[in-house]
């Protein structure tokens, strides 16, 4: 299993993109940077992409990437909780800000959509994958996607503390966190449900205390003004924790051992 960062932050810049991970060239989760991130012809080659929840940062290259499949003819399935496609029908593809790409061209539609449910493993692709809630916004899910191989990720999403019955449930070899700010900002990953490197570091010992073992850590969705501080504060959870994190960036690639 291949994995290319596209995006690795919450704020989109000349050098930073928002949150969208690449699994083998063909299947996206989030889609922040997903367009950006790609040529016109690696879009072409997307057939999936799973969307974590309806936050713009995470939505926004749905429309432009189906602008550029409709021209090539080509589709791609969208999976979605239901209320995370409803929002993007009603206020994106919506007939008035951009075209309806989920109903033309009639015999075949640019937007796929497809359902995805908590908890209930699907066959995607190659992949096995599994919608499992988080601590965010409404209904929000992180995804396992598991190979053939015994190959398996888990991707957060945007995700605040309290992870535990997440943790029942996924048993990854390489982790892909939400850390979008350092220690001080506690109250407000709180309130809008994020982590901190050291909310990160209470939640990595109870995956600990239940797995037995800790997985290879990828950080993402950083607020780039505030990432040398993550990245700092991220250094002292490593040196405690006797693991290792790293801080995604754009166009990381990453290769997934077996366990
Ligand atoms: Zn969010
Ligand atoms: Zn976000």
Not at 49 to 77: C, E, M, W
Request: net charge neutral; charged share 20%.
């Amino acid at each position: 299993m291949n994995i290319r960062i596209l995006g690795a932050h919450n704020v989109e810049s000349k050098v930073t993109r928002c949150v969208s991970l690449l699994i083998d060239d063909t299947l996206a989760i989030d889609a922040g940077g997903l367009t950006s991130g790609l040529s016109i012809s690696a879009q072409r080659k997307l057939k999936t992409v799973l969307i974590t929840h309806q936050h713009y940062d995470h939505i926004r290259d749905i429309p432009a990437l189906a602008l550029n499949l409709s021209f090539n003819g080509k589709s791609v399935a969208v999976y979605a909780i239901p209320n995370v496609r409803k929002a993007i029908e009603t206020h994106l593809l919506n007939g008035t800000l951009y075209p309806k790409f989920q109903e033309s061209p009639a015999t075949k539609p640019t937007i796929n959509f497809k359902l995805i449910e908590p908890y209930k493993p699907q066959a995607i692709d190659f992949y096995k994958v599994l919608a499992i809630p988080v601590n965010h916004y409404d209904t929000t899910v992180g995804y396992q996607i598991s190979d053939n191989e015994g190959k398996v990720i888990f991707y957060t999403a945007d995700t605040g503390p309290g992870l535990l019955d997440c943790w029942q449930h996924t048993s990854p070899q390489l982790l892909v966190v939400d850390l979008t700010v350092p220690n001080r900002y506690e109250e407000f990953a709180r309130k809008t449900g994020h982590l901190t490197p050291a909310l990160l570091y209470e939640e990595l010992i109870k995956f600990r205390e239940l797995k037995g073992y800790l997985p290879k850590i990828i950080a993402v969705h950083m607020n780039p003004s505030l990432e040398k501080e993550i990245k700092e504060e991220a250094a002292i959870v490593v040196k405690t924790l006797n693991t290792s994190i790293t801080i995604g960036h754009e166009d990381m690639q990453l290769t997934i051992e077996r366990g």
